[in-house]
């Protein structure tokens, strides 16, 4: 069964950091690009990072210089760093390889706010 499960999310503020993790099973998480997704309440899920098998990874123009995805294939995970959070920033953070059609987890709240 395949299975996404984000935690690492919170209220921080302005300015602050934070770090989302992203459990992966039932898929061959190696050979997986996988991607993290945001969804702001009345917009679409957009997709903000990704990451190659290789490591080789690419970023939405919104979230560039100050987010940072990463992955352990050891431990099936992929990581989001976020620093200089905004508030605009604040929404549920998903993470899905793109391009799938597995069921989405059920995500984690980020909220930025003073």
């Known amino acids: 069964q395949v299975q996404f499960v984000e935690s690492g999310g919170g209220l921080v503020q302005p300015g602050g950091s934070l770090r989302l993790s992203c459990a992966a099973s039932?898929?061959?998480?190696?050979?997986?690009?996988m991607g993290w997704y945001r969804h702001i309440p009345g917009n679409h899920r957009e997709l903000i990072a990704t990451?190659?098998?290789?490591?080789?990874?690419n970023y939405d123009d919104s979230v560039k210089g100050r987010f940072t995805i990463s992955r352990d294939n050891a431990k099936n995970t992929v990581y989001l760093q976020m620093n200089s959070v905004k508030p605009e920033d604040t929404a549920v953070y998903y993470c899905?390889?793109?391009?799938?059609?597995?069921?989405w987890g059920q995500g984690t709240q980020v909220t930025v706010s003073s």
């Open positions: 039932g898929i061959s998480f190696s050979t997986e690009a």
């Open positions: 990451i190659t098998p290789r490591n080789s990874t």
């Open positions: 899905y390889p793109p391009g799938r059609l597995y069921a």
